[in-house]
């Protein structure tokens, strides 16, 4: 019943999310008229990034911190998700509709997946084909405002086509972040892209000669700016990022479509627009398109996973098998798949014992594996670690290498997988303070079922396992 609650209210938060985005169309609509496009941006950001940045300190830690080697892939997220996405985004504004911004703008999902398809190789169903298909018609019908002379006399409302070029810099964006994603925080590569927004629009700025005109703006103008600061890009963000940790992202995607159906409303209220028979049709076209691609991948993905799970029943019952032969005593709690501490945490199972982070690492030279195990809610100084233990240059191992050595896939990273080290290659880091707990509760071995042993037959196991284990105070 409590994760039936905590659901619904994600629900309605997500719900809210999409209607603070669809006042971004509005509220751009709005401040296009008094401030040029790069300085809006320049303003929004500024406010975003003194707003976000302290949020993302909190909520990360001791992690809020980039290396100089990620600052190139940190700029280019900035320069394209950023800079070049909201300075079209404003420039679109001051020549179309917000509705048919909005519009346009929901097509970017469907963008992404043309760009994975040509670029990284990804492999489209049918189904998936007919959704873009679908979504551009949408836009076809959106641009043309239902008058195909458009396209026979290339006739096309400028402020559409900026949206377009807008529509391209965002997925450029999510594409390129997910492989940054794998070693650096959603979060944190949000906060810091609004900094590299802000550092490159100041300069920009200038030449928009915002001196004669800021005396002018009318507090309608800056109040457009602080909202599109507070709510769409810090409030809206941090909604869909629990989200995704509590209900998916292919749900979450499902209530982001909802987005142009606030705009048409929103825009229709404030800023009198006029809601057409076109405009709903192509709404209506857009949102079915979206829908049909990121559904059908979300099913592909369960598809691929049901396939596979009778290796990882197998995988599982070897962890059962073996505690059973050390006569370990053991609880399981079935859960939902989870691939973070954080989505475990929000599953609420309510059980007894330490819940444990494992962390799978490898020296500098990758001939030294480590699998580091501590408090959930412990962080890691991967430098004072590798001090601890004699490693030097520790970092975080390949999927692949993790495969090899433990058998295991990320997100049901455990200590059982030094089941199968069979050549003892993997050295076990433990945080001292675990030595202590009553219980501990690891993943046997995959990512739908937590289990719960006394902390002395997990020692136990270790022992029995073989690998080399250092008993070190991580704090």
Known sequence: MRKIEHEKQVYL??????FFWAGAFVGGKIGVQELPPVTLTFFRFLLATFIFFPMMIKTEGDSWRIKRADIPDIFFLGLTGMVGYHVLFFLSLKFTSAVNTALISAVSPVITTLLAC??????????????????FLGVLLTIS????????????????LFMIAASLCKSVYIIASRKVSRRISP????????LVCTIVCFPLMILEHPAGILPHVSWSGWMSVLYMAVFPSCFSYFIQQISIKSVGASKTTIFENLTPVFTIILSAVILSEAITLIKLISAGIIIAGVYINSVHNSQSKEKIQTGGQQMIRESEQKVYDV???????????????????????LADLGIKGEDCKNLFIKNRKGNQ??????PSAQRIDLKKLGEKIGAVGLSFASEERLKKYLGLTPGAVSPYGLINDKDKEVQVVVDESLTSADYVN??????????????????????????????????
């Open 13 to 18: 938060l997500m719900t809210l999310a999409a």
């Open 118 to 135: 040509f670029l990284a190789g990804e492999v489209l169903g049918v189904k998936r084909w007919f959704g873009v298909i679908i979504a």
């Open 145 to 160: 405002e239902g008058n195909w002379e458009v396209f026979k006399n290339l006739s096309f409302n400028i402020g559409d």
């Open 187 to 194: 979060i944190v590569i949000t906060a810091y892209s609004f």
């Open 323 to 345: 505690l059973e032969q050390l006569g370990i005593k053991y609880e399981r709690h079935e859960h939902k798949a989870v691939y973070t501490m954080e989505e475990l945490n």
């Open 369 to 374: 594996h480590y699998l580091v195990i501590v």
């Open 442 to 475: 690891f993943h046997p071995n995959v990512n739908t079922a937590t289990i719960t042993v006394s902390a002395q037959d997990f020692f136990r196991f270790l022992k029995w396992c073989g690998n080399k284990v250092f008993y070190v105070n991580l704090l």
